[in-house]
Protein backbone atom coordinates (compact mmCIF):
# COMPACT_ATOMS: atom_id res chain seq x y z
CA UNK A 1 0.00 0.00 0.00
CA UNK A 2 2.86 2.33 0.30
CA UNK A 3 3.40 4.41 -2.56
CA UNK A 4 7.09 5.40 -2.65
CA UNK A 5 10.16 2.95 -2.66
CA UNK A 6 13.42 3.99 -2.55
CA UNK A 7 16.48 1.65 -3.34
CA UNK A 8 20.22 2.63 -3.95
CA UNK A 9 21.64 2.32 -0.53
CA UNK A 10 24.56 0.29 0.64
CA UNK A 11 27.77 0.27 2.62
CA UNK A 12 30.51 2.74 1.05
CA UNK A 13 33.78 4.10 2.04
CA UNK A 14 34.31 7.83 3.15
CA UNK A 15 34.53 9.98 0.13
CA UNK A 16 32.45 7.45 -2.35
CA UNK A 17 28.80 8.38 -3.89
CA UNK A 18 25.92 6.82 -3.92
CA UNK A 19 22.57 7.76 -6.12
CA UNK A 20 19.27 7.33 -4.46
CA UNK A 21 15.96 6.74 -6.53
CA UNK A 22 12.68 6.92 -4.97
CA UNK A 23 10.11 5.14 -7.66
CA UNK A 24 6.30 5.75 -7.31
CA UNK A 25 3.21 3.41 -7.96
CA UNK A 26 0.38 4.76 -7.71
CA UNK A 27 0.98 8.88 -7.62
CA UNK A 28 1.59 11.23 -9.97
CA UNK A 29 4.99 13.17 -8.54
CA UNK A 30 4.62 16.05 -10.31
CA UNK A 31 1.24 16.89 -8.29
CA UNK A 32 4.08 16.76 -5.22
CA UNK A 33 6.98 18.45 -3.31
CA UNK A 34 9.46 15.70 -3.03
CA UNK A 35 11.36 15.39 0.32
CA UNK A 36 14.46 13.06 1.12
CA UNK A 37 14.75 12.64 5.05
CA UNK A 38 17.22 10.27 7.38
CA UNK A 39 17.59 9.24 10.41
CA UNK A 40 20.78 7.96 12.02
CA UNK A 41 20.98 5.69 14.91
CA UNK A 42 19.27 7.17 18.15
CA UNK A 43 18.39 10.32 15.92
CA UNK A 44 14.97 11.86 15.04
CA UNK A 45 14.18 11.85 11.65
CA UNK A 46 15.65 15.52 9.97
CA UNK A 47 15.28 17.15 6.71
CA UNK A 48 17.57 16.58 3.81
CA UNK A 49 16.32 17.65 0.75
CA UNK A 50 13.25 18.70 -1.10
CA UNK A 51 12.23 19.61 -4.50
CA UNK A 52 8.97 21.60 -5.59
CA UNK A 53 6.89 19.55 -8.31
CA UNK A 54 8.85 20.54 -11.56
CA UNK A 55 11.63 21.00 -10.09
CA UNK A 56 12.23 25.08 -9.97
CA UNK A 57 12.91 24.99 -6.18
CA UNK A 58 15.71 23.13 -4.33
CA UNK A 59 16.66 23.12 -0.87
CA UNK A 60 19.07 21.45 1.31
CA UNK A 61 19.80 21.07 4.47
CA UNK A 62 23.42 22.76 5.77
CA UNK A 63 24.87 19.99 6.62
CA UNK A 64 24.41 18.15 2.91
CA UNK A 65 24.45 21.11 0.51
CA UNK A 66 27.43 21.34 -2.22
CA UNK A 67 27.48 17.59 -1.80
CA UNK A 68 23.88 16.23 -2.69
CA UNK A 69 21.91 17.09 -5.42
CA UNK A 70 17.97 16.08 -5.37
CA UNK A 71 16.62 15.98 -9.11
CA UNK A 72 13.59 14.57 -10.29
CA UNK A 73 11.94 12.96 -13.63
CA UNK A 74 8.83 13.46 -14.15
CA UNK A 75 8.20 11.49 -17.12
CA UNK A 76 9.81 8.40 -15.07
CA UNK A 77 7.40 8.80 -12.21
CA UNK A 78 11.27 9.02 -10.00
CA UNK A 79 13.04 11.34 -7.60
CA UNK A 80 16.69 10.83 -6.83
CA UNK A 81 19.42 11.92 -4.55
CA UNK A 82 22.36 12.03 -5.54
CA UNK A 83 25.03 12.00 -3.01
CA UNK A 84 29.07 13.08 -2.90
CA UNK A 85 32.28 13.06 -0.73
CA UNK A 86 29.96 10.78 1.53
CA UNK A 87 31.02 10.86 5.46
CA UNK A 88 30.02 8.30 8.38
CA UNK A 89 28.01 11.06 9.87
CA UNK A 90 25.35 10.35 6.52
CA UNK A 91 24.84 7.27 7.85
CA UNK A 92 20.93 6.70 8.01
CA UNK A 93 17.89 5.39 6.87
CA UNK A 94 16.99 7.50 3.93
CA UNK A 95 12.99 8.31 3.45
CA UNK A 96 11.33 9.67 0.27
CA UNK A 97 8.60 11.65 1.04
CA UNK A 98 5.35 13.27 -0.95
CA UNK A 99 3.77 16.66 -0.14
CA UNK A 100 0.72 17.39 -2.30
CA UNK A 101 1.14 20.35 -3.23
CA UNK A 102 -0.71 20.45 -6.91
CA UNK A 103 1.15 22.96 -8.87
CA UNK A 104 2.30 25.25 -5.72
CA UNK A 105 5.72 26.48 -5.78
CA UNK A 106 6.73 25.17 -2.23
CA UNK A 107 9.43 22.81 -0.43
CA UNK A 108 8.21 21.79 2.88
CA UNK A 109 10.83 21.17 5.72
CA UNK A 110 9.36 19.48 8.46
CA UNK A 111 7.42 15.97 8.73
CA UNK A 112 4.18 16.85 9.24
CA UNK A 113 4.00 18.52 5.94
CA UNK A 114 4.75 15.22 3.56
CA UNK A 115 1.60 13.10 3.25
CA UNK A 116 3.06 9.81 1.96
CA UNK A 117 6.79 8.32 2.86
CA UNK A 118 8.36 5.15 1.64
CA UNK A 119 10.31 2.33 3.70
CA UNK A 120 13.52 3.81 3.58
CA UNK A 121 16.55 2.09 2.14
CA UNK A 122 19.49 2.11 4.26
CA UNK A 123 23.01 4.30 3.64
CA UNK A 124 26.30 3.14 5.87
CA UNK A 125 29.76 5.57 5.48
CA UNK A 126 32.65 3.58 6.77
CA UNK A 127 35.39 5.92 7.45
Known amino acids: QVPLVESGGGLVQAGDSLRLSCAASRLTLSSYTMGWFRQGPGKEREFVAGISGRGGITYYADSVKGRFTISRDNAKNTVSLQMSSLKPEDTAVYYC????????????????????WGQGTQVTVSS
Open 97 to 116: AADFTNGQLRVGFTIREYDY
